[in-house]
């Protein structure tokens, strides 16, 4: 019974800042995106898509959903390396 207790806690905590984790990753994910599209031609349409999905990103960490957002800002950042 105590192993269980304890593998529960365990399981618990890991969720808990797991979750902390991915909040404070989603900026510094969006500012590598951003950074990286400042060093391009701006007015080039796949730069501004993915600027637009950086904005998409940082609304998403602004409401909570912070998988949403990493996965969000990870797809802009793969499409600026594609360049």
């Keep these: 019974m105590k192993k269980a207790i304890v593998a529960m806690a365990v399981a618990v905590s890991l969720a808990v800042t797991g ?10 994910i969006i ?24 904005d998409e990103a940082q609304k998403l960490h602004e409401a909570g959903k912070h998988k949403e957002s990493m996965d969000k800002a990870n797809e802009a950042v793969s499409d600026l390396k594609k360049m």
């Design 19 to 28: 979750g902390v984790a991915m909040a404070s990753s989603c900026p510094k």
């Design 31 to 54: 500012k590598e995106g951003r950074d990286s599209a400042a060093k391009m031609k701006q007015d080039d349409p796949k730069v501004k898509a993915a600027l637009v999905k950086l």
